[in-house]
């Protein structure tokens, strides 16, 4: 006799488990950047999560483009500021207000929080940015930032630094903030991989419909998935 209740739990089940894994590797297949683009996204997830954001707290995402961390926020607790131009087309943002690059239109103190994603190394200059991020924030509120250590100029011409664990450290300090956690998402096995699936396909992937794809699967997949072991067995220093 077969126990239909026992057959819907174990689907279920499966279901949930066949879900979580399409979720964590479902672009691996075709993303060849898909490491860092994860990596990234779980980190921010993570601490979005340990800062314990409510409804009533107002954050501002400093350079949102198309907001992809909006949903990691309560809702009514996210603004999106950008500019208009930059290296990034003005189809690929989504902002609540556009403003110059220099001043942001807020009042003093407007903000529990900001965060700002892959975005001071397209700024010129970096230290007046960060004034101005401190500048809204209320006393005692937060900053979460992410910043390109190693990564092909991007964006171009407005692209401008890059950043050490010990650079961001002596730039936000002298600007007024006070570091809780900094944190390398990306093992330096997995970014020699990232790096090579980047030249792989700058330069020797031809221009013809359907074969990024096929590289991406065959060649690049393959890499990333290798990288992922070998970072878990191998040192790294």
């Known amino acids: 006799m077969i126990n239909q209740n026992s057959i819907k739990v174990e689907y279920s089940m499966f279901k949930k488990i066949n879900n979580r894994l399409q979720s964590i590797l479902g672009g691996i297949w075709s993303n060849p950047i898909w490491i860092t683009e994860y990596k990234l ?3 921010l997830r993570s601490i979005i999560e340990l800062a ?72 010129p200059n970096s230290r007046s940015m960060l004034i101005e991020m401190n500048r809204v924030v209320k006393l005692g509120g937060g900053l979460i930032i992410s910043l390109p250590f190693l990564w092909q100029e991007h964006e171009e011409p407005y692209d ?32 020699i991989a990232v790096t090579l699936n980047v030249y792989i396909v700058s330069n020797l992937t031809p221009p013809i419909r359907g074969v990024g794809r096929i590289v991406a699967l065959a060649i690049c997949f393959p890499i990333q998935l290798m990288a992922i072991i070998l970072q878990k067995i191998l040192p790294d220093n």
């Open 160 to 191: 401008f630094a890059r950043f050490t664990s010990f650079g961001i450290i002596e730039l936000l300090k002298s600007n007024g903030f006070e570091i809780e956690n900094i944190v390398k998402d990306t093992g330096a096995i997995e970014a």
């Open 41 to 43: 996204k779980t980190s």
């Open 52 to 123: 314990k954001i409510s409804k009533n707290k107002k954050w501002l995402d400093v350079g949102c483009g198309l907001r992809p961390y909006e949903d990691y926020f309560p809702i009514g607790s996210y603004v999106g500021v950008d500019i208009e131009q930059s290296g990034r087309s003005i189809g690929m943002k989504a902002p609540d207000y556009f403003y110059d690059g220099q001043v942001l239109p807020f009042a003093d103190s407007s903000f529990d929080g900001v965060i700002s994603t892959q975005v001071l190394e397209h700024v």
